[in-house]
């Protein structure tokens, strides 16, 4: 009997295989967070056809935020309704130069310092299922219940975060992750979900990548510490 | 006999309110970063505004009721009184015989509420689009400027999430791109502007004289 929950439980936390890559460009190699300096994490709303979803946004935080003393991130959220209404889908600045329009307004300006803001960092994209085919029907009679056929479908993630330099007025660079991950769904009496974490894995590689950008430092320590 | 068919009618209605979207719509708004106007303002919530209700009626479409009363009366009187220095609710449009209290007046109505939801559309969001019609009186009562503001609002669909919370989280982006246009259109709108203009200019000259 436990061995059966055993392999029920093996079944179910089993993943199905997500791809991701990674590209950085850097437009300034002298970056380096310092302490006390703050970074928010912010989506973009502006396009019609999607939306940048705001739990990669809170994923993407966390991760910049976790293991470490030295990044600190303010939530969208507090952000957004702290600057309202200037950070909204239709008034928030596109370009970093765009950022003088707005700072020429002495209590945006002070608002925003009052955050301890370096770094401002914009993700754009979405995960869509771009196809999925198969299908499952499940019955239920006097004899029990149960389901059988199988399913399947793919996921892909395409976004791309730029970072501003909120002192200094400039564009640092940008990271892009494209992600890519097909979900399988067998049901023999039971359904068993093999499901492609492929949103969840963007936001953690493109984390780690955006605190390695702002905190070099941080991989030059770890490589020291483990080669001793 | 009578008991069975009306429990079976009851719950034939049961059933068809349970395919019925039924939504009010709750949230709360920041207040706006924005400079205050030195001047008063009554605002004019008439009852189709303070209790609008949108209404599904196509039968090609899932069927919603949206209460969006309660919601737009929050954002109306959450950027009104950073927008203007004293803000006050009023029961009628100021006339010659009954002027206002107040330096101006704002009659805001909607005109038009259009949504859409992912299974009319190939994106996995829903939308809101809500025309107003905004009307400001001077405290005689002469129209100064009559204006539409557009508001729109998405919001992906998330898993685990309703229905309806999706679509209360569309309404509210909306409302706040309401308030946005609000707050930073007010003051620009061609006839607003010349009327501030004039009317500070005219109160340094009396001051000035005075």
Redesign the interface.
């Known amino acids: 009997m436990s061995e059966r929950l055993l392999i029920l439980l093996a079944l179910i936390t089993l993943q199905a295989c997500t791809s991701v890559t990674i590209d950085e460009y850097k437009a300034s190699p002298s970056v380096q967070i310092e302490q006390g300096e703050r970074v928010v994490v912010l989506g973009r709303r502006h396009s019609a056809n999607y939306e940048t979803e705001p739990d990669l946004i809170t994923c993407i935080a966390e991760v910049l935020g976790k293991d470490n003393d030295l990044i600190q991130v303010v939530s969208e959220r507090e952000f957004v309704d702290a600057l309202y209404p200037w950070f909204e889908p239709r008034t928030a600045p596109m370009r970093v130069r765009d950022m003088n329009r707005i700072l020429t307004r002495a209590e945006v300006a002070e608002r925003i310092n009052g955050y301890d803001i370096r770094y401002i960092v914009w993700v754009d994209g979405n995960t869509e299922t771009t196809s999925s085919s198969g299908s499952i029907g499940c019955s239920i009679g006097a004899g029990g219940a149960g389901c059988f056929g199988f399913g399947t479908w793919d996921k892909e993630s395409d976004y791309e975060a730029s970072i501003w330099d909120y002192q200094e007025l400039e564009s640092l660079g940008q990271i892009s992750a494209d992600a890519a991950g097909t979900s399988y769904m067998p049901a023999i009496v039971v359904p068993i979900p093999l499901i492609a974490r492929v949103q969840k894995n963007a936001c953690e590689a493109m984390g780690a990548q955006i605190k390695t950008f702002l905190n070099p430092q941080d991989i030059v320590i770890k490589q020291a510490g483990g080669s001793k | 006999m009578m008991t069975i068919k009306r429990t079976v009618v009851l719950l034939l209605l049961a059933g068809l309110w349970g395919c019925t979207n039924n939504l009010t719509v709750v949230g709360d708004?920041?207040?706006?970063?924005?400079?205050t106007l030195p001047k008063s303002i009554g605002v004019l919530y008439d009852d189709d505004f303070r209790n609008y209700i949108y209404t599904e009626k196509s039968e090609d479409r899932s069927k919603w009721i949206i209460n969006n009363g309660n919601a737009q009366v929050t954002l109306f009187n959450r950027v009104l009184p950073v927008l203007f220095n004293h803000v006050e609710e009023v029961g009628q449009i100021p006339s010659l015989d009954a002027p206002a209290g107040t330096d101006l007046v704002l009659h805001p109505k909607v005109i038009e509420f259009q949504y859409s939801v992912p299974r009319e559309t190939r994106?996995?969001?829903y939308e809101v689009w809500i025309k107003y019609n905004l009307s400001l009186y001077d405290n005689q009562g002469e129209l100064i400027a009559d204006w539409i503001v557009t508001a729109?609002g998405?919001?992906?669909t998330?898993f685990m999430q309703s229905n309806e919370e999706a679509m209360n989280a569309a309404v509210l982006?909306a409302l706040?791109?309401l308030?946005?246009n609000l707050?930073?259109g007010t003051p620009r709108v061609p006839e607003i502007k010349a009327w501030l203009q004039n009317h500070s200019a005219s109160a340094q000259q009396a001051s000035l004289e005075g």
């Open positions: 708004f920041p207040p706006p970063l924005i400079h994106f996995k969001v729109y998405k919001t992906p998330a982006v706040r791109d308030g946005a707050s930073l």
